[in-house]
């Protein structure tokens, strides 16, 4: 039982449970919090998997500022103490989870017939003290994926301009326009 | 001795903890939180078969994986308050104006 095992069932323990609390508590709050502790558990395993950009990346965007807004959103609409009625159609949803599991039973036979050509060897595991993990993403980043990287500016971009279209008050029309 | 089957196991169950959140609750916030939440265990996939298959093309795809998990909350958000806004509850069951 060496670090790494103890570390992983730690973390990710945590993980899990602060997963099953964001989807099973019911004030949004709760939910937000949880949802930060999680997203920091599974940047805890990205730097146990040896990928130190991407955890503190998820750090950055995902605990510091996804979260963020979503904060900003529900105390802004004053979320936090809506109480939704019990529901009464929620046997349909268990009619979802037999579909779920039926596509599972068949799609699992299929799952080990796809074998991706990636190209072993740039990860560059074994120049792990010289080269870091932010210098490895970057080689591969700036030269082969060059062009998916401006189409996702554009694509924040294009995000930008609809989230801010999306909730302009519209002049000129009466409240109820 | 941790191998890729329990990364793969731990992301396998948090995808489902969030298919079940989209699934069963009816707060629009909460469904998105855990849309957020499946996009991060195919995050936690990808960058455990990049290390498992020595190779940095899964660290690079979970960084557009990020991209457009910031764009769709962002516009996801966006909806919500509009959503907010004219009906007054964020309940997805009332959004009904185009059901049969």
């Given at each position: 039982m060496n670090m790494e095992s103890v570390f992983f069932y730690i973390i990710g323990a945590i993980t899990l449970a602060s997963a099953f609390c964001v989807v099973f508590l019911h004030r949004p709050i709760h939910n937000v919090l949880f949802m930060i502790l999680t997203m920091i558990g599974l940047a805890g395993l990205f730097i146990l998997l040896q990928a130190e950009f991407i955890a503190m990346v998820q750090l950055i965007?995902?605990?510091?500022?996804v979260m963020v807004l979503f904060l900003f959103v529900i105390m802004l609409l004053n979320l936090d103490d809506l109480r939704l009625p019990q529901d009464s159609r929620i046997v349909r949803r268990w009619v979802g989870v037999a579909g779920a599991l039926l596509l599972l039973l068949l799609v699992a036979p299929l799952l080990g017939a796809f074998v991706p050509r990636l190209r072993s060897g740039t990860l560059m595991l074994d120049k792990a003290r010289e080269v870091s993990n932010t210098e490895v993403v970057a080689r591969e980043l700036f030269t082969t994926y060059l062009l998916p990287f401006e189409i996702a500016s554009v694509l924040l971009l294009s995000a930008i301009i609809g989230a801010v279209v999306l909730v302009r008050k519209r002049s000129g029309k009466t409240a109820s326009g | 001795m941790v191998t890729l089957q329990h990364y793969l196991f731990l992301s396998a169950a948090l995808f489902t903890l969030g298919v079940m959140g989209v699934m069963f609750r009816r707060n629009l916030i909460v469904i998105l939180m855990s849309l957020e939440l499946m996009l991060n265990a195919v995050n936690l996939t990808f960058i455990a078969l990049a290390r498992y298959m020595e190779s940095v093309e899964g660290q690079i795809i979970v960084l557009f994986v990020m991209v457009v998990a910031a764009a769709e909350v962002a516009v996801g958000l966006a909806i919500a308050v509009t959503i907010f806004r004219q009906k007054g509850s964020i309940d997805v069951d009332e959004v009904d104006l185009m059901r049969w």
């Open positions: 965007v995902y605990a510091g500022a | -």
